[in-house]
C-alpha cells in the first residue's frame, strides 16, 4: 500500500492527508457506504457521465487490494451501457470488506509516513485531521477542495474482479443490445475460474448458468475405451439430449444432475429462459456443439497457480486426482481439438485471484 500511495502522490502532487485517507478508506472498506437505491444509481450515472469532460485519463486506477476506480472521463459508453457500469458499482458494493482494523493499519502506515518526512505533509496539519477523523469513528470522506478543484474527480469504486474481466462484461454488453441475449460458453482448465466467472455474469446480466460437472459419466459408462476419448469423460450424448436440444429451441427446460458423491444421475436442475445462458465447464466447446454459441470464452492460467487453486479449494487427496487424472484428460481434449484458437475471447487469469 506505501508503494501505491506514493504513485498516487506522484501522479496527483496536490493530493492532501484527506485525499490519502480517502485512498485507504476505498481500498479497504469498498463503496458500499455510497449506494442509494438501483434507480438512484442509475440517474446519478447518467447525470454524471453527460457532465464528465472526457481527457482520455487512464480508464482504471489501483486502489489496491480488491478495488479500483473507473474514470468516467475515459469510459465509452459504447463499447458498455452505462446501466452495466451501474449493475457493476451494485456488485461492488455488496462486497465484504476488509474492516476496520485494516484500515487502522493503513493510517498507522501513514503516520509513520509523515513522521519519517517521506511525505510532503505537515506533522500538525496530519495529527489534527487524524485526530478529527478518529473522533468521528473513521467514517467515508469526500476528496479535498484542493484536490477536486484541480483534478474535477468523476469514477466509480469498482471490485477489481470488474477491471479483470473486463472484455467479457463488453462482450455480454454487446449480446445485449444487438441480439437481447445470446447462449455463452466458458471453458479452460480445472483451476482457472470458470465457475467465479458465470457466477460474476450472472450477477451482472439477466442470466441463466448450466453446469458442465452436471454432465460426467456415470460408473457404468467409464469404460476403458470411453476414458480413452478427447472428451470422452463428458456424458456428451446426455448432454446433447437435455440441454443442446433445448437450448437451441430457446424454451425452459430441465436436465438430470449427476452427484459425484455416488456417481450417479440424482435430482433435476430447472433452466428459465433467461436472456443469457451460460454453460460453464470443461467440455462446453466440445465440437460437437461448439456452433450454439454466440459467445465463447476460455480461460488460462499458469499449471501452478492452478494446482495452488485446486488444492485450497478441494484438499490434497482431490488435488492428486485432478494431476495424476482429470487434468491430463483435460489436455488432451484442449490439444486434440484446438480449443483456445475456437475461442471468442481467451483470458489469463493467474493473478486475478
Given amino acids: 500500500m506505501r508503494q501505491l500511495l506514493l504513485e498516487h502522490l506522484e501522479r496527483y502532487p496536490l493530493m492532501q492527508p484527506q485525499d490519502c485517507v480517502k485512498l485507504f478508506y476505498q481500498s479497504r472498506m469498498g463503496c458500499g457506504h455510497f449506494l442509494s437505491g ?3 444509481v442509475q440517474a446519478r450515472l447518467q447525470k454524471e457521465y ?3 469532460p ?3 485519463q487512464l480508464l482504471f486506477e489501483s486502489l489496491g487490494h480488491d478495488y479500483c476506480r473507473l474514470h468516467l472521463s ?3 459508453a459504447s463499447e458498455l451501457s452505462l446501466e ?3 449493475n457493476l458499482f451494485v456488485y461492488s458494493s455488496q462486497q465484504p470488506s476488509a474492516g476496520e482494523n485494516a484500515l487502522k493499519e493503513d493510517l498507522l502506515m501513514f503516520d509513520t509516513m509523515v513522521r519519517s518526512k517521506e511525505v510532503p505533509f505537515a506533522l500538525s496539519h496530519w495529527e489534527s485531521f487524524l485526530s478529527q477523523y478518529q473522533s468521528a469513528g473513521f467514517p467515508a470522506i469526500s476528496h479535498s477542495d484542493t484536490y477536486r478543484q484541480a483534478y474535477h474527480p468523476s469514477y466509480r469504486v469498482l471490485h477489481r474482479i470488474c477491471r479483470d474481466y473486463w472484455p467479457v462484461l463488453a462482450a455480454v454488453d454487446q449480446l445485449m443490445r444487438k441480439k437481447g441475449g ?11 475460474g470458470k465457475s467465479r466467472l458465470a457466477s460474476f455474469l450472472s450477477a451482472i446480466f439477466p442470466a441463466v448458468v448450466i453446469h458442465m460437472d452436471d454432465f460426467f459419466l456415470q460408473g457404468f459408462q467409464r469404460t476403458p475405451q470411453r476414458l480413452s476419448e478427447p472428451g470422452g469423460n463428458l456424458d456428451y450424448e446426455r448432454f446433447a439430449d437435455q440441454v443442446v436440444c433445448p437450448l437451441r429451441a430457446g424454451k425452459p427446460f430441465s436436465y438430470e444432475i449427476f452427484d459425484c458423491t455416488c456417481g450417479k ?3 433435476v436442475r430447472a433452466v428459465d429462459d433467461s436472456p443469457i445462458r451460460i454453460v460453464e465447464g470443461v467440455y462446453s466447446l466440445h465440437p460437437q456443439w461448439n456452433s450454439l454459441f454466440d459467445l465463447k470464452i476460455f480461460l488460462s492460467a499458469d499449471l501452478p497457480v492452478r494446482l495452488g487453486r485446486i488444492e485450497k479449494r478441494s484438499g490434497q487427496f482431490l488435488l492428486q486426482k485432478f494431476q495424476e487424472e482429470w487434468i491430463p484428460k483435460e489436455d488432451l481434449y484442449f490439444d486434440t481439438f484446438s480449443i483456445p484458437d475456437q475461442a471468442d475471447i481467451v483470458v489469463d487469469t493467474g493473478t486475478f485471484f
Fill in 54 to 56: 472526457h481527457t482520455g
Fill in 84 to 86: 452495466t457500469l451501474g
Fill in 74 to 76: 475515459a469510459f465509452d
Fill in 50 to 52: 453527460q457532465t464528465c
Fill in 38 to 40: 438501483p434507480s438512484q
Fill in 182 to 192: 445470446g447462449i455463452i460458453a466458458i471453458d479452460g482448465g480445472s483451476g482457472t
Fill in 265 to 267: 444421475l440424482s435430482g
